[in-house]
């Protein structure tokens, strides 16, 4: 039997001019008709829809029949799911994402497994039972690792009645899953990302493990042989043009039916959206999915995989989510993407998610609608968590040694750059001397000066009541600890591209634009600061 990276060799260059079709080939009430008949849809139906989708009432029609379609199969409920962030280390650097190696704004944390246990009786409290395991590309997370913690959750779930355990990590080998499905793991959530070789290598960086498309396409060729059955695909939308992405993720669920006779579990249908310290996410770009065409997307795989649950997340907005969430759907309410993130509550993510109404008010809707919640149970309150306390006062000397360390920093930095300015690099050897003092820069701004800036925002936030003065200027400070962290990025850039010329101009242009911007930042943080405690202190009385 062929794997799907041998079928989607042959059939790829197919799938990129369906999604071109400048005309539907087949009537829509045919495929409708066929959808009705045998639920599923043909690669070729799929894109004749898409083209029958450039008219609006055409558009209209093709939601109706998906609606009528899904309500014929699914059951009528709605499953709740929520994903518990293990690690957020990672040996990739996926340019749309916010654990991607080189994002030095990203905070590094590792659950170990009593961490990993405290935070997991804190969402099994809410009532939470269906838990996806969520990890990055940690070279001391291997499976073996992993399936500790599957055994715990496992165990935890177990004690409580029931419910499920599913993963979302890098792709590994059958015999991991073979060790993991016995640990107690029931079904893995993989996307492909995009479809697109092109594309895929552009945004998966040489010298990331997850750059080998091949074996990333043929992860359920070994999934599958290991026993596990319920899986869960899709295209992260926004990374090429979708109706490709669709297409060829329809295409890959059509080849699991027939060489393995299944149906998906779950459809990803998660949208790119911002990350911190991640310029390719913040900018719409040419590939950016439209709220219009991303309904037409959930109602193409509604149709497409009518028994498959689609997979709402809070990436979206809460009334896009409830506005488009079926009968059989999967449903998230509750979501932090850090490490710890549900005890702690205060640190950033792999991406921007939005905050949704609870979980009760959430049941109630599908109540309302004679949907019933799976996957949630009573709230079974436990004591408070231990959170940081609020009251700790922050080493304020130290912070201005820090301040003190970058500015020196700063400093040697301008000195280089000047030097650059004086001899530009026509000889090789001064070039190579100035990049690699450049270089020691860069660590120390991406090491020391990140950290400071992690440990600030959370000193900050903690310790400045939030005043609506106060919050606006911390946001103000941590969008310019993310701009740093972007100018750096291309600052090293610019790095290559003089190492290649040796013409540094436009290495001074961004170079002199951050150092001036670092400095008017520190400056403003420690005028905000001095004001705060001026104005905590003569509240207080002290002196
Ligand atoms: S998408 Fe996953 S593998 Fe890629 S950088 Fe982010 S966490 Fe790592």
Known sequence: MSTFSEVFKVTGARTESLAALPEPVHPLEDIFAAAEKNPGLDVEDAASLIAWAREPERRAEIHTAAQRVREQVAPHTVEFVIPVYLTSFCENECLYCGYRQSNALAERVRLSLDEFSRELDLILSWGHRQIELVLSEDPEFGPEVLARYVELTRR?????????????SPVYECEDYVRLAAAGLEWVVEWQ??????????????????????????LWDRVIPAGIRKIALGALLGLYDWRYDVLATIEHGNYLRRAYGLE??????????????VLASQKPSRFTVPDDDYRLILSLYHLAFPR???????????????????AGDLFTVDCDTFPGGYLRNDTPGQFSTHGFPSRREVAGVFAARGLKSLYLDAETPLPAPDRPSSAVPPDVVKWREEHAKIRAALQDWQAIL????????????????ALAALRMTMHFFKTYAM????????????TFAPSPDASAKLQAFRDEHERLGIDLDKFERQMTSYQLSGDPSV?????????????????G???????????RDSATGSR
């Open 156 to 168: 935890k779930l177990d004690r409580l009645g029931g419910g499920v355990v599913g993963l979302c």
């Open 193 to 218: 990302e995009t479809y697109h070789r092109p594309h895929f290598d552009r945004w998966h960086v040489t010298g990331s493990p997850k750059r080998d498309f091949e074996y990333r396409l043929d």
């Open 264 to 277: 998906p579990h779950a459809i990803g249908i998660p949208r790119l959206k911002p990350a911190r310290g």
């Open 308 to 326: 498959s649950r689609l997979f709402f997340n809070t990436r979206e907005n809460y009334e896009m989510n409830i506005s488009m969430v079926a």
């Open 418 to 433: 000047a030097g650059l300015v004086l001899h530009p690099g026509e000889n090789l050897t001064d070039r190579q001397a």
């Open 451 to 462: 950290d400071h800036c992690r440990r600030e925002e959370h000193a900050f936030s903690r």
């Open 507 to 523: 290495l001074l242009t961004v170079g002199e634009r951050t150092i001036r911007e670092v400095n008017e930042h520190l400056a």
């Open 525 to 535: 943080e420690e005028e905000f600061a001095a004001r705060q405690f001026a104005s």
